[in-house]
């Protein structure tokens, strides 16, 4: 039995035009191309592995010579009409005279001669030279087919010279079906997610796939499970795949890690399932635009398990994801510990941020901005009515007041006249000067006093007018909506009072600076003041000042470097206050940069040194003339 068997690759070779799979756009033009007798002399057969060019030159050297089915294609190599060589064994100029003598013999049997010539880009330039006469004028029998995976590398006088043809990869399904029909052939039970996977790792080459076919019939027996296949191969699941994202979807990190785990024990390779998980991440983004599932290459009942894992995901989710992913698959390869670095993986996947989080963040924020220009609105809105409101009630409660101390005044007076009546009837003998007797109606208290002191407005408390230079480094914020604070200066009257008289304790009489000779007066004191109050650099910075100019509030000083500049810039307001409290005088600090002369000099050349040196002694540069002396340096 072990005799007679033949790998798949070899058993189910095709023979015609129509066994072959997927390379139609070639098929078709070389069977018309046979039909109108309208055959070239030179053909090239270019693409990628087991996709079919060295079948699809056997089938057409067999076509055009007339050979019967039954000569196997691989026993075509020993007719004598058909010759066929590996040019990475036969790549040397001796090979090509060899072949040159070859052509001279015309077919001994059929009607052309045709030279297979496979891997063609491995011939030397030599013999690519030695070639070109012969491929450019050829017997009118003789027939070239180059095969090759690298036409690149082949020399354009070579590729100017022949009929081109590119092979494509095969699809999945393509070879999904092909291995069905083998399989029904054979007598192979094996389910459709098996096929898949198998299609998939052949990588659009249907030479591999049978090759992997035929390792898992060595495997499984003529029934194989999907479980034993994976392990057979040893690729990556699906099932793999899906628990990897519901761990990443979940944030569970113990479930991450132990899946790492066991891909490590089951000698999954890291790389290899990056570059799955990279296909399922890409497979997970089309899924969500449901339009376009004929992209993901897989069976209908695991696209249905991309539909549903989408909808657990954004489109931003995935996107960082496979940006994630693609990186490390990248930087993997050189780690020393590719294990630690995929489970850092994880754990970044699983700890970023997600869109839904972000976006009710986001969304919140722009909510309390809202609201904060809303409470803003209706705070103006509600102290202009309360204002309103509070002259309107002084008003009304004004002349209500006013109403009553009439009422008040004319109740009275009528009860001072009857009072007089009486009195003038009881004792008409007393004279009506004396002020015992009578009444002190004006010592009396008014009734309405109690009430009308209340009328009286309390005077606000005179506040000390502040300096307007203390405005003069920054703007103070109005804040008139929050209660108990002023719109003008954004403190509470009496804050700012208490604050003035503070000031008041702190600050020297105001003294005004005209001149730099008034602030080289007060310098050594505010010298000491920033020593004290600053930063130790800035205090060193400002030692090394130069008093230059005084233009109105702005003193000007020069520094010997830019880090001084941005220093006194950064801590202009606190030298300022300082300078306030020294003299009474808000003065802005303006630096300019002024380099020494000696640095510039620090900076030229040794050699140009020199050169100067010999300008300043004569004597010097005499010796140096004399004796023809160089620098060393």
């Known amino acids: 039995m072990a005799e007679n068997y033949r790998a798949l690759t070899r058993k189910y070779r095709p023979q015609s035009f129509d066994d072959i799979v997927s390379q139609d756009h070639v098929s078709s033009t070389l069977k018309n191309a046979i039909k109108q007798n309208r055959i070239s002399h030179a053909y090239m057969f270019s693409g990628p592995r087991g996709v079919g060019k060295t079948t699809m030159a056997r089938v057409l050297a067999r076509t055009i010579n007339q050979i019967d089915n039954s000569v196997d294609g691989e026993s075509l190599n020993q007719t004598l009409n058909i010759v066929e060589i590996d040019a990475a064994s036969n790549n040397k100029v001796e090979d090509v005279h060899q072949l040159r003598e070859t052509v001279r013999i015309p077919p001994q049997n059929g009607r ?13 330039k030599q013999a690519f030279n030695a070639l070109l006469k012969t491929l450019e004028e050829p017997p009118s029998y003789a027939i070239f087919i180059f095969a090759t995976t690298e036409p690149h590398k082949v020399l354009p006088t070579i590729l100017s010279r022949v009929q081109r043809f590119d092979f494509k990869r095969i699809s999945v399904d393509e070879i999904v079906q092909r291995l069905k029909n083998i399989c029904i052939d054979e007598d192979i039970t094996i389910d459709d997610e098996s096929l898949h996977v198998i299609a998939k790792k052949a990588d659009g080459a249907l030479r591999d796939a049978l090759g992997l076919m035929d390792q898992a019939i060595a495997f499984c027996g003529t029934t194989i499970k999907h479980e034993e296949l994976l392990q057979a191969l040893n690729v990556v699941g699906h099932d793999q795949l899906f628990e990897y994202t519901d761990a990443i979807q979940k944030q569970d990190s113990n479930t991450g890690l132990d899946l790492i785990n066991r891909l490590i024990k089951n000698g999954v390779d890291i790389q290899e399932f990056l570059v799955s998980l990279t296909e399922h991440l890409r497979n997970l983004y089309v899924a969500h635009q449901s339009d376009k599932m004929y992209l993901v290459e897989a069976t209908e009942e695991t ?3 991309y539909r549903e894992a989408a909808k657990l995901f954004s489109d931003e989710e995935l996107i960082r994801m496979l940006h994630l992913v693609s990186e490390a698959q990248v930087k993997i390869k050189d780690v020393q510990q590719p294990r630690i670095h995929f489970e850092i993986l994880m754990l970044k996947l699983i700890h970023m941020g997600r869109t839904k989080e972000i976006s009710e963040l986001i969304s919140g924020l722009e909510q309390l ?18 204002e309103s409101d ?18 008040d005044r004319s109740e009275k007076d009528r009860e001072k006249s009857s009072a007089a009546r009486k009195q003038e009837n009881i004792e008409p003998s007393q004279p009506s000067g004396n002020s015992n007797s009578m009444p002190n109606f004006e010592q009396a208290p008014h009734p309405a006093g109690t009430e009308t002191s209340t009328l009286v407005e309390e005077k606000p408390e005179e506040v000390e007018a502040e300096d307007p230079d203390d405005d003069f480094l920054t703007i103070k914020p109005s804040l008139g909506f929050v209660k108990g604070i002023s719109s003008s200066n954004g403190q509470d009257k009496s804050k700012g009072a208490k604050g003035n008289e503070k000031k008041a304790e702190t600050s020297k009489p105001n003294q005004r600076i005209q001149t730099l000779d008034d602030i080289e007066a007060c310098w050594k004191e505010f010298l000491n003041n920033v020593k004290e109050n600053a930063p ?8 090394r000042f130069k008093l230059k100019e005084l233009k109105g509030t702005t003193l000007i000083v020069s520094v010997d470097n830019e880090f001084a500049t941005n220093l006194v810039e950064e801590n202009q307001q606190l030298l300022s206050s300082i300078f306030k409290r020294t003299s009474g005088t808000h003065i802005r600090f303006s630096c300019t ?18 050169k100067e040196i010999q300008k300043e002694d004569p004597n010097l540069k005499k010796i140096v003339n004399l004796f023809g002396a160089e620098l060393e340096y």
């Open 390 to 407: 509070s002259k309107k009630n002084s008003q009304d409660k004004s002349e209500s007041t006013s109403v009553k101390d009439q009422d």
């Open 369 to 386: 901005k809202k609201n904060g220009s809303n409470q803003l609105k209706s705070g103006d809105s509600t102290q202009e009515s309360s």
């Open 593 to 610: 940069v002024e380099k020494a002369a000696d640095k510039k000099k620090e900076s030229i050349s040794p050699y140009e040194r020199f």
């Open 303 to 305: 696209k249905e398990k």
């Open 536 to 543: 130790q650099m800035l205090y060193f910075q400002i030692l």
């Open 112 to 124: 052309y001669k045709v030279f297979i010539i496979d891997e063609v880009h491995m011939l030397s």
